[in-house]
């Protein structure tokens, strides 16, 4: 089946310092992958994706986010983190299986709090 | 541009009422879903609408309903309100074209049922 796990279900980081946000997925085929972030009260926002390429993906607001094959991961880091990246993250993979819908699978988030 | 706009953003209901959901975008796009967030669970999809006249099932269609009215609106009903069904609703959309387009998503309706 395919699915797309997040271990950790809040990072804690300080402020300049580097973040890393991780994501490992199982996916038949080639994986279509996606980062999310949502602030409180408020939808999903997209950050990022890999199709295909390069594996250092760049996205809005700094972040960026690393495929690895061998590992089946897509971590998402940013150099530098700042309090306002506080948010609850998602990392989410494309379902093969609804090819005509282009359906994500989302992991179950990742609460990120930046202390100043 | 307003993108995908959702009502009513908060609602109580009582135990077996009915409601709907409604969702409009008005970004032309051809795709919308419906998926619904509980805690420590993420996103799950209750349906989608690949096209204009056409839906289909996600993963827990149980209990809903839904129409695509036309290219920008698709509502989600509840004919018989469960407390299992106590969540936050969130409507999207995307980009046509490709599969591999980003989902542009609302702002969510918090449902409660008591």
């Known amino acids: 089946a395919q699915s797309v796990a997040q271990p950790e279900d809040q990072v804690n980081v300080a402020e300049g310092n580097p973040l890393t946000v991780k994501c490992t997925y199982s996916?038949?085929?080639?994986?279509?992958l996606f980062w999310y972030v949502q602030y409180p009260n408020r939808g999903l926002q997209f950050l990022l994706k890999y199709i295909t390429g390069d594996n250092l993906v760049k996205g809005s607001y700094g972040f960026e986010a690393e495929f690895n094959k061998s590992q089946t991961s897509f971590h998402l880091k940013k150099p530098s983190a700042l309090v306002s990246d506080s948010a609850l993250y998602f990392c989410a993979v494309r379902d093969p299986f609804y090819n005509q819908g282009g359906k994500l699978i989302f992991g179950q988030g990742t609460e990120l709090s930046v202390k100043p | 541009n307003a993108g995908v706009t959702q009502t009513p953003k908060f609602q109580v209901l009582k135990t077996g009422q009915s409601m709907t959901l409604q969702c409009a975008q008005d970004?032309?796009?051809?795709?919308m879903y419906w998926y619904r967030q509980d805690p420590g669970m993420g996103l799950r999809l209750i349906y989608y609408s690949a096209s204009e006249g056409t839906t289909d099932k996600g993963e827990v269609p149980n209990g809903y309903n839904v129409s695509r009215l036309n290219k920008r609106e698709f509502s989600l009903r509840l004919e018989s309100a469960a407390p299992s069904q106590t969540s936050v609703y969130f409507c999207?959309?995307?980009?046509?074209?490709?599969?591999?387009?980003?989902?542009?998503f609302g702002e969510g309706s918090r449902l409660t049922v008591l």
């Open positions: 996916v038949s085929g080639n994986p279509y």
């Open positions: 999207a959309s995307r980009l046509p074209g490709t599969n591999t387009g980003e989902l542009f």
């Open positions: 970004m032309n796009h051809n795709s």
